[in-house]
């Protein structure tokens, strides 16, 4: 099972947007809504920020949006704050009991 | 918070083996799947393993079949991660993490045990 594809890096200054993309196939991301997405800062444990697509868990703030279309799953961080600066990492349930986690973004705050 | 604390890593001979261990007093193992989920220094994360909540089905990545083993004591309440035929490739912050749902993603992480492999 093959790593989705992520940008290695994106950033935005304080109060702009900016969206990560993640891509993998019909067998996974375009055939399943089971996308998350995971903010890891350094030296920490990942962190649940999306579920299926789009929802997200108590306490996530609502700046943090999940979409989808076909075999490309996005994330977007709006309104950029200084402790959203960490490594953003997507996951698919891959079918058959596998799981898939992309190759990892690093967002930077200008 | 949930806590969950993972244990048991430590510095291993190539070919070697070791145990890790993950234990909550805050839920049952048994109402909820269980995954062990790895990072290499520097790198990604990569998805290990996954016992669900019957404890009977237990799932593996290619990488580690036939070499790790996943299982747990209800008992104690308490997950394992049975890794033998260590490989130096297998260097890597472990983590154990609960399901947020079957398939889904998954919403309570360890603080992580390092496995280093090395001669």
């Known amino acids: 099972q093959s790593a989705l594809t992520q940008p290695p890096s994106a950033s935005g200054s304080p109060g702009q947007s900016v969206t990560i993309s993640c891509t993998g196939t019909?067998?996974?991301?375009?055939?399943?809504?089971?996308v998350s997405w995971y903010q890891q800062h350094p030296g920490k444990a990942p962190k649940l920020m999306i579920y299926?697509?789009?929802k997200r868990p108590s306490g996530v703030p609502d700046r943090f949006s999940g979409s989808k279309s076909d075999n490309t799953a996005s994330l977007t961080v709006s309104g950029l704050q200084a402790e959203d600066e960490a490594d953003y990492y997507c996951?698919?349930?891959?079918?058959?009991?596998?799981?898939?986690f992309g190759t990892g973004t690093t967002v930077t705050i200008l | 918070q949930v806590q969950l604390v993972d244990s048991g890593g430590g510095v291993v001979q190539p070919g070697g083996s070791l145990r890790l261990s993950c234990a909550t007093s805050?839920?049952?193992?048994?109402?909820?799947?269980m995954h062990w989920v790895r990072q290499a220094p520097g790198r990604g994360l990569e998805w290990v393993t996954v016992?669900?909540?019957?404890?009977?089905?237990?799932f593996y990545a290619d990488s580690v079949r036939g070499r790790f083993t996943i299982s747990r004591d209800d008992s104690k309440n308490t997950l394992f991660l049975q890794m033998s035929s260590l490989r130096d490739d297998d260097t890597a912050m472990y983590y154990c993490?609960?399901?947020?749902?079957?398939?889904?993603?998954?919403?309570?992480w360890g603080r992580g045990t390092k496995v280093t492999v090395s001669s």
């Open positions: 993490v609960k399901e947020r749902a079957p398939f889904d993603g998954f919403n309570i």
């Open positions: 805050e839920f049952s193992f048994t109402t909820c799947g």
């Open positions: 016992i669900w909540a019957d404890g009977r089905h237990k």
């Open positions: 019909s067998s996974d991301v375009g055939g399943y809504n089971y």
């Open positions: 299926q697509v789009n």
């Open positions: 996951s698919s349930y891959a079918g058959n009991n596998n799981w898939v």
